[in-house]
């Protein structure tokens, strides 16, 4: 079929929204008629040319919500008319990974995915008979979109799929960073460095754990309010001085939980070193930039703080996922304040002008 879909022709232009072909779906396959998608910074990353691992040309886009309109031969979990989430951090219940509760990094697609390409290495993107290569195993920002059945979670089917779409990355990676990856106890005190979206998310999280104080640092005054009205009960500007402050704030002990949340190397060597001596807990969420590292004396560590990261919050998908849907329709959640912007697929570009202007913390295009 020909559908419309945002391209990446070349690194560090700008997407041309066009149409290409999109195959029927092979077995284990879903085709999903996209509805939302939310544009992330990683699709912008991806488009700049500077992810060593990117490729073009592509469909970029992995923030996705739709509905399953036809499914190939195999597929049971998913079926036509069925409200769903992509997810670039699959699920397939079988692999070593799926298996323990100790980790969400399926293995069954990974190598193909991180090519471009769907699980039995091919494409169903094409344009003038040439493959074109999918992003992240989604390509969200086209009307249609083909997924294995074992990236797509089915969502409840009353929930709006506008807002839907911002658990498919960002949102569900912050909530998830505090409450399965940290699992955050009720009554402690927690800092989330970074309100973009996923530490507003994480904020969040940390508010449903029952944390008792939250704390959250970042550069403008403006994300900050947004942190409160997610849950946080204290705001500091950051700075070379808010691990200080951080120690001040907490009888000179530093949190219980501390979250990073804006990818800069020294910010993540505060979230340490602002970390309880005993057992404060760092979750590293941020992506750093190639090569850089991590500052850490290790004089913290012996005195009992931990480090860990958190990709996609830890979660699996294709439960956990629908779990926060849940938990949104619930009342639990306030999704809202994150969307600033609504685009039509032909604004995509405006969308990236939009993210690298902080304007606003998510705009969503609505196919
Ligand atoms: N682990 C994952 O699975 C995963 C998923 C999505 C995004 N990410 C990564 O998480 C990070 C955050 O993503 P986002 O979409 O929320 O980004 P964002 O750019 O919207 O937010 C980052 C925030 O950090 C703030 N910040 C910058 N320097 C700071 C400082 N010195 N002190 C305090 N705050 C500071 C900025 O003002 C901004 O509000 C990125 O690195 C992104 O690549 C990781
Ligand atoms: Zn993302
Ligand atoms: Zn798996």
Known sequence: MKIRAAVLEEFGRPLNVTEVDLAEPGPGE??????ACGICHTDMYSASGVDPSGYAPTVLGHEGAGIVERVGDGVTSVGPGDQVVTLFSPQCRACVHCLSP????????????????????????????????????????AEYTVMPEIALARIDPEAPLDRACLFACGLSTGLGAAMKT???????????????????????????????????????????????????TDTLIGGPDTVEKILEMTGGFGADYTFEATGSVAVMRQAVEAARMGWGLCTVCGVAGRGETLDVVPRLL??????????FGGLKGREDVPALVRRYLDGDIDVDPFISHRLTLDEVNRGFELMEAQAGIRSVIEL
Request: hydrophobic share 40%; proline share 3%; with cysteine.
């Open 182 to 232: 940290a699992a955050v106890r009720a009554g402690s005190t927690c800092v989330v460095f970074g309100a973009g979206m996923v530490g507003l998310g994480a904020v969040a999280g940390c508010r449903l754990q029952g944390a008792e104080r939250i704390v959250c640092v970042d550069m403008a005054p403006a994300r900050l309010e947004l942190a409160r009205g997610q849950g946080a």
């Open 302 to 311: 012996i005195t009992g703080r931990r480090i860990c990261g958190s990709s």
């Open 30 to 35: 879903a085709l999903v008629r996209l509805r």
């Open 102 to 141: 100790k980790t969400n990094l399926c293995l069954a697609i990974r190598e193909q995915q991180n090519l471009g390409y769907l699980p039995d290495g091919t494409t169903r993107l094409s344009r003038a008979g040439e493959p074109l290569r999918h992003f992240m195993g989604t390509s969200t920002f």
